[in-house]
């Protein structure tokens, strides 16, 4: 069997960002409270994140299997996304904090790279 040989791994052209989301007070509010503020700001958030030169890879919500808080594991869903560099990745998470939304939602961003074995 060959070796495999493991270098120091490299920064890829577009950064491979893991977001996990956490719906946090968004249970707490009334349905017009969702209907009326808190979803059209989160629809025009992720219609944002459309045009910030990012691009959507894939989506996965825990609820078939899940209710009420996150648990242990700190999340109800995640985003996988390329994003052209640290600086669309921040003015992403910073979205949710300027438009109030981190009262309902928490955001976070873990960046790494397409997995080596996987993808070349």
């Known amino acids: 069997m060959s070796e495999v040989k493991h270098d120091t791994p490299k920064v890829p052209e577009l950064l491979r960002v893991f977001f996990t989301f956490e719906s946090t007070g968004f249970f707490d509010t009334t349905q017009e409270e969702k209907e009326k503020e808190i979803l059209p700001k989160l629809n025009g958030i992720l219609d944002e994140w459309n ?3 990012s691009e959507l890879l894939a989506t ?3 609820d078939i299997l899940t209710a009420g808080q996150a648990g242990p594991a700190n999340w109800h869903a995640c985003f996988l996304y390329n994003v052209p560099n640290l600086q669309v990745v921040t003015d992403m998470t910073h ?3 300027s438009t109030g939304l981190d009262r309902y939602f928490r955001l976070e961003a873990s960046i790494g790279r397409p997995f080596f074995l996987l993808e070349k």
Do not use: E, M, T, V
Request: net charge positive; proline share 0%.
């Open 60 to 62: 996965f919500d825990r």
């Open 95 to 97: 979205a949710f904090r």
């Open 51 to 53: 045009q910030n030169g």
